[in-house]
């Protein structure tokens, strides 16, 4: 009698990878360069624009991502958490001076 054991890999993260749409890849780059004070990499993948944001394998990352099949950005779409670090004050600093907006209340 011979049995079979499968393996389920270990999971880490439920995502991996998150795209977030924009218009405007060049202004939406500075912006979030200026607010993580961090450069982001950009690159082309087929018709798609992407701005691959700072992270570091094996964990979670994303890009601004602009072309013309990407859904439009939406205030009602996807909401993302960044990290900001230890401390908010400096990253909300460094978003407002860019153009941003804080639009509900702050979470610590």
């Known amino acids: 009698m011979t ?25 939406a780059q500075a912006f979030y360069e200026a607010m993580l004070g961090a450069p982001l990499q950009r ?15 094996p ?15 939406s205030a009602q779409g996807t909401l993302l958490y960044l990290n900001a670090g230890a401390v908010l004050d400096p990253t909300v600093a ?3 001076a860019a153009g941003g907006k804080l639009v509900g209340e702050r979470v610590n």
Do not use: C, K
């Not at 964990?59 to 950005?73: D, E, N, R």
């Open 3 to 27: 049995t079979s054991t499968t393996t389920t890999p270990t999971q880490h993260n439920a995502i991996n990878w998150f795209e977030i749409p924009v218009q405007d890849i060049d202004r």
């Open 43 to 57: 690159m082309v993948m087929g018709p798609q624009t992407l701005a691959v944001l700072p992270y570091t394998e």
């Open 59 to 73: 964990g979670t990352g994303g890009a601004l991502v602009a072309g013309a099949h990407i859904a439009p950005p």
């Open 94 to 96: 460094r978003a407002l």
